[in-house]
């Protein structure tokens, strides 16, 4: 480690915080963009519902320890996170599922429309999603168009009933200017639908200020809530009861247990539940997020900056940014929390740096990112990531016939 690392971990106040995260010493862990840390609060709350709700109270769980809530509770643990007051936030299902669901809403609100607007380059579920709905509902009534960022603003013409975007680009890193945008949207007399599946809980969010009408955010990334989390809808309350989404599932009723033969919407943001939730699931994501009353989004925010910021300086120093391409925007308020790096040589270099403990990951057909969670990464990982790459890319470990196959997960 540098002295100026050292330093900089020594004057971080949220340093001690890495000490609620099980994280192996040895490594490294800068993928907590694809899949966080274990916060060790999360083990007892598991094991808890497991064995003594499960395991002990059986069925009556659902009622004695409020399982049937948890849609709602853990939404709410959600909503100050994201600028959202109560009321407007629900923990439900994936993020893809939930955006067939904002999606089919957003139509619904301007049905003289039926354009969906979106950049290219963008996660793909989120466009697979839009393809899935623009086939069931025929060209009449949906289309999805794509554009490149700097032909947005002309896109957004009077077709346009929905604009979806992802907040930070998975690929590069970049970060949109979620005001403006939401702004040029409404200007347009579209509504906007945000993906805050790389910015929920690592960049401050003011949705309600911003009058933001859909967004949606994933629980296993930054919210550390733990392989397949459940996501988040957020909902705008101007739109709550206006239109019905399609996924009328029974827990999504107003008298779920009176079962009645027919539908008849739950009010507001509960109506976006469909089938039972996977409690087990939303019990994790309910403790993880605990972790976050111990600081806030502001000063995660700082501190990734201050890690990216830090990273980025690593690198020019050792020379990698010749050898790299970067991608990721050096303005601060372009920049989402990670740096990511283009060569053709990506792929080896992801492998040669997880051998050597800096737990990184690899995007096709040639990026590397490097993801930093300000709740557990110090200055000291940016150091020995930047190390480990230089060594990797001086000795040219990256070409080792070892990592000539990619397993099915990358
Ligand atoms: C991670 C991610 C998703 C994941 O979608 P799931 O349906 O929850 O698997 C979606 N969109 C973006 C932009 C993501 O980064």
Redo the contacts with the bound molecule.
Sequence with gaps: VTAEAAALDAQDALAPLRKLFKLNPATSYLDGN?LGALPLGVIDAVQRTVSGEWGDDLIASWNTHNWIDLPVTVGEKIAPLIGAQAGQVLCVD??????FKLLSTGLALRPERRVILTLSG??P??AYMAQGLAQLLGPDRCELRRVSADRLHTALDTDVAVLML?QVN?RSGECYDMAALTRAAHEAGAVVLW?L??SAGVVPLALDALGVDMA?G?G??YFNGGPGAP?FVYLNRRHHDVVQQPLSGWLGHSQAFEFSPDYLPAPGVRAFQAGTPPIISMVALNAALDVFAHTSVAAIRDKSLALTEHFRELLQERGLLERLECLTPEEPERRGSQISLRHDQAWGMSQALIEAGVIVDFRAPDILRFGFAPLYNSFADAVRAADTLADIVREERYADARYSKRPAVT
């Design positions: 694809s994936s993020i893809s599922i939930n955006l963008d996660f579920t989120d992802t998975y993906d599946a790389h949606v994933c296993y990334k996501a």
